[in-house]
């Protein structure tokens, strides 16, 4: 059985209408699946990451980005040891599956 736990979040800026978080998660670590009422930028610092969609898996490494697309559901796996940056509008809300 897959153990689903939150990720760890810091604040690094608060823009006028942009705010920075920086996630981290250890290896093997899946993130609660979920989806965002706007697009954001994740963008890797460190390790490495496979964000699920529906439709496509992709592969994130130390210095890949994405822009995640508003209303998709998607899941984050954990492959080694993740800190990345994630970029977003002031005003997202999120909703996780149940």
Do not use: Y
Not at 27 to 41: C, D, R, T, V, Y
Not at 64 to 70: G, K, M, N, Q, T
């Amino acid at each position: 059985m897959t153990m689903i736990s939150n990720p760890k979040v810091k604040l690094l800026e608060d823009g006028e209408n942009l705010r920075i978080k920086q996630m981290s998660g250890d290896s093997g670590q899946f993130l609660p699946k979920h989806k965002a009422s706007h697009e954001s930028i994740l963008v890797v610092i460190e390790g490495e990451c496979v964000i699920r969609f529906d439709d496509k898996d992709h592969v994130l490494a130390e210095g890949d980005s994405l822009v995640v697309p508003a209303n998709l559901w998607h899941q984050i796996e954990v492959k080694r040891d993740l800190r990345a940056l994630h970029i977003m509008p002031k005003e997202i809300g999120f909703e996780f599956t149940k």
